[in-house]
């Protein structure tokens, strides 16, 4: 795996998170304290002149803990063949026991932020937290959007600066 400046970091914008799907996760690899979720819904673009990552988290998802707890999270992809990987940890949570342990993945210590990351991987993008922020009801335009939480528990915006990427050649452009 690679660095790959952010300039020349190519990939299917609107296929990367809704299709490819990413694992996020947040914690201290050091200390074996992190949890992992499968996600499917985020941006990558640019925020005050700096390269930046959009997740958003439930509040009910053991995850947000982390995210509210630490200063960065991480982003990996991984190949269709860890898909069913991908399924069963965004199916579990962790707050039931080391779901990690029950897929063919391996965490890993960051070269730059406590967060682990994926030897698996074949896409891993790391992230310090920016800035943070509550959806809000009152706030969608669409009506439709809104109906989609009937139990009012509406995401929280994440948005991380990203420190690097390391991916393989088909990521860089």
């Not at 990413?22 to 690899?29: A, R, V, Y």
């Not at 994440?158 to 690097?164: D, P, R, T």
């Amino acid at each position: 795996m690679n660095l790959i400046p952010v300039q020349t970091f190519c990939s299917k914008a609107f296929t990367l998170f809704d299709e490819d799907w990413f694992l996020l996760t947040s914690g201290d690899f050091a200390s074996g304290r992190f949890n992992t979720m499968t996600i499917s819904w985020g941006s990558l673009g640019t925020l005050w002149n700096k390269p930046v990552a959009q997740v958003v988290v439930r509040p009910t998802r053991h995850t947000f803990s982390f995210l509210e707890s630490f200063t960065d999270f991480s982003l990996c992809s991984f190949s269709r063949e860890y898909r069913k990987a991908l399924q069963f940890l965004g199916t579990r949570s962790g707050r039931d026991g080391d779901k990690i342990a029950d897929v063919p993945i391996t965490p890993i210590a960051s070269d730059i932020i406590q967060s682990p990351v994926f030897s698996e991987a074949n896409l891993i993008i790391e992230c310090r937290k920016i800035y943070s922020d509550d959806l809000h009801a009152e706030r969608f335009l669409d009506p439709s959007i809104a109906a989609q939480y009937p139990d009012r528990d509406f995401h929280r915006l994440y948005i991380g600066e990203v420190l690097q990427v390391k991916g393989e050649a088909a990521f860089r452009c």
